[in-house]
């Protein structure tokens, strides 16, 4: 009963440094996604996965980087971090790319604080 | 292009009080328009969806929305307030109905005083 599961829920990084979040579903889903959110902001796509192999560039890619090795993992690296990256991020599943289904939908993570200083 | 007005970043109600939070939208296309809630220190949750077909939605916890065209609005409304509800709330609209599209509002504060 899991679902999608995030690491570390709070991180503190200096400038400069780097740091992977970790994201893993146990849904089977072959679709995942890493938004991040600013304080009185909506949600912005970082980057996404269609499948194990497969990764594309959102809204607001630069600064990060992702890997989909397997369906379950999907992590985010930041390189060199930076304050802009000060956010709460987000991991989210789901099955099916398109919602014709009223019970489909997007499962989300509890997120992850991040703060660059 | 599209995107997504959330009028009142903070909405305070009184327990057993209406509840009516205000989304706007721009599409070029017929849009697909979902409400999520958020609780403190975690993630999104689902409350309601429009695909097609029916513009009355009805979502969990007692909450409802209506799509309306002519006003390009999705507002949620809940007869009747819980301190339960008193959470973030989001609206967000797809132009296709795909993930990877989906556009989201600056989310609204919700308070219930008791």
């Known amino acids: 009963n899991a679902g999608v599961t995030q690491t570390p829920k709070f991180r503190i990084l200096k400038i400069g440094q780097s740091m992977t979040l970790q994201c893993t579903q146990d849904m089977n889903h072959n679709y995942m996604y890493w938004y991040r959110q600013d304080p009185g902001m909506g949600l912005k796509l970082i980057y996404y996965s269609v499948g194990a192999g497969i990764t594309d560039k959102g809204e607001v890619p630069n600064g990060y980087n992702v890997s989909r090795s397997t369906t379950e993992d999907f992590p985010l690296r930041l390189e060199l971090a930076a304050p802009s990256q000060t956010s709460v991020y987000f991991c989210a599943s789901t099955s099916k790319e398109r919602w014709g289904d009223p019970n489909e939908k997007l499962f989300f993570g509890s997120g992850t604080q991040l703060s660059v200083l | 292009a599209q995107s997504v007005t959330q009028l009142g970043s903070h909405v305070s109600v009184s327990e057993g009080a209406l509840v009516l939070l205000r989304c706007n939208y721009s599409s070029s296309v017929p849009p697909y328009l979902f409400w999520y809630v958020q609780y403190p220190n975690q993630g999104l949750q689902l409350l309601l969806k429009?695909?097609?077909?029916?513009?009355l939605v009805k979502g969990i916890n007692g909450f409802e929305a209506e799509f309306k065209k002519s006003e390009t609005s999705f507002h949620l409304t809940k007869p009747s307030a819980h301190m339960s509800d008193a959470a973030e709330y989001f609206c967000a609209v797809s132009r296709s109905g795909s993930a990877r599209q989906l556009t989201f509002g600056s989310g609204t504060q919700l308070t219930v005083l008791p």
């Open positions: 429009y695909t097609t077909g029916a513009t």
